[in-house]
């Protein structure tokens, strides 16, 4: 016989508590919008001082503007406009960090023959590149205090490969295996490195997809949704950027201490197949 509850009289298990990031700095890229806005006010509402790093200068206002509008925040938002592409600046701006979120991204879907080249160039050096430069720059501080929390935020698309996505397929694979590089040289200084792998999210990159998508598949942007990106989803709908967010904030914390080296999938079953 197996239970479907708590017994009569005693009290469900209190969930663990919030990841306590008082003291600690985070950098979070791609942070004007989508998962990157909800991740840089997940980790501020645990105590972080959080650099909010974007290009998107007028985002980060949005983003501080919303941090100090919002309650129970133990924490702060620091808008950082930054570009990537400067890989030097980049490298730069992860000194001193405790917590880096590797999370700034761009999409094109189009199929190879078509593919510009300095448009899968600039997908490399931003979604790859620019990320072992920020782990570069972080590693030093956080090896020297033995402690370290390097998140990625990858994709079904780390795991798995779709038409059309060839850039962002090949920087997001690449990101996986660089974090599982950095899990086996920070473990004995007290760095995790995991990544976060999301189906599709509702984010504006994702809402630019659709139109994307709708010429490369030849069907109309209404089919999109339902016939292509999220056809193979057991879960029928969007993931939420806060969502993606929480996981984030997870392997943050102490509970997730010896979670390293590995890939936290919020597919809704995409993988499942």
């Known amino acids: 016989m197996t239970s ?8 469900p298990p209190a969930p663990p508590p919030s990841p306590d990031l008082h003291g600690r700095t985070a950098l979070v890229t791609g942070a004007a919008g989508g998962i990157g806005r909800a991740c840089a006010l997940r980790l501020a509402a645990a105590g972080a001082e959080v650099r909010a790093a974007d290009r998107d200068a007028a985002g980060l206002a949005e983003l501080a503007e919303l ?33 880096l979120v590797n999370n700034a991204g761009l999409q094109l879907v189009r ?16 979604m790859l590149e620019a990320p072992f430069r920020l782990i570069r720059g972080a590693l030093p501080h956080m090896y ?22 060839s850039a962002y397929v090949a920087a997001k694979h690449g ?27 509702r984010t504006p990159l994702v809402e630019k997809q659709i139109a994307d998508q709708a010429q490369a598949h030849g ?4 089919r999109v949704l339902s016939e292509v ?17 929480e996981a984030v904030a997870y392997l943050c914390s102490p509970q997730a201490s010896f979670i390293t080296g590995t890939s936290l999938v919020l597919d809704g079953g995409w993988t499942a197949h």
């Open 4 to 11: 479907s509850g708590p017994l009569p009289g005693s009290h």
């Open 67 to 99: 941090a100090r509008r919002t309650g129970g925040l133990a924490g702060t938002v620091i808008p950082h406009v930054l570009d990537l592409t400067d890989l030097d600046v980049a490298e730069r701006a992860a000194a001193g960090t405790d917590v």
């Open 111 to 126: 199929p190879l023959e078509k593919f510009p080249p300095d448009v899968f160039h600039t997908v490399l050096t931003v």
């Open 144 to 165: 020297a205090q033995g402690w370290g929390r390097i998140v990625n935020v990858s994709s079904v698309h780390g795991l798995r490969a779709s038409a059309f996505k």
């Open 175 to 201: 990101l996986e295996g660089l974090s599982k590089t950095a899990a086996l040289e920070g473990a004995p200084h007290g760095v995790t490195s995991n990544c976060v792998n999301p189906a599709y999210v």
């Open 219 to 222: 069907i109309s942007e209404d």
């Open 229 to 245: 990106l999220l056809k193979d989803s057991a879960v029928q709908r969007l993931i939420e950027p806060e969502e993606v967010a």
